[in-house]
């Protein structure tokens, strides 16, 4: 699920999502037109992140990867997490093009999808990689429980 995919965080700096081997890295999916279960997500991530401060950016990295990159560049990224309180060191919030973002979809077994009024539909997976890359555990985001998380994020770390 960590492929050699290039994408770019709310500083327009290039990532490669392959660099992330060797860490523990929690996934989802967001976009910041979003009427509210983005941001409720959001702050449920921000839990996570404060659980896990000390080795947020070490050896535990959260990406938050936009499935609206027609809108969502790294200025709105930026804006978003710093409208929320949410930017931290080791905490990213990625777009690309949007072949590139339905490339890592498919890494995941999901697609990008639109409503008939052009709104964007949610993805609410939250997906939890092993250090080797691939996914340990996918998490239901309306129900994230922060204190589960950091227990898996803890163990996925050992296995490492």
């Known amino acids: 699920c960590l492929p050699a995919i290039r994408l770019l965080d709310q500083h327009n700096h290039p990532v490669v999502l392959s660099s992330f081997k060797g860490k523990a890295v929690l996934v989802n999916f967001i976009y910041t037109s979003c009427p509210g279960p983005c941001l409720t997500e959001t702050l449920k991530m921000a839990k996570v992140a404060d659980r896990v401060s000390r080795e ?53 077994k999901l697609v990008r999808q639109r409503e008939g009024d052009g709104s964007v539909d949610h993805i609410i997976g939250v997906f939890l990689l092993g250090p080797d890359g691939r996914e340990l555990r996918e998490y239901n985001g309306e129900i994230l429980r922060p204190d589960n998380i950091e227990a898996d994020i803890n163990k996925a770390m050992t296995r490492g």
């Not at 990295?61 to 809108?71: A, F, K, Q, Y």
């Not at 929320?84 to 995941?108: C, H, M, Q």
């Open 56 to 108: 947020l950016g070490r050896k535990v990295i959260l990406l938050s990867v936009t499935v609206d990159p027609e809108h969502d560049g790294p200025a709105q990224l930026l804006q978003y997490a710093r409208e929320r309180g949410v930017e931290r060191p080791g905490w990213l919030f990625l777009t690309g093009s949007p072949s590139a973002i339905d490339d890592l979809l498919k890494n995941f």
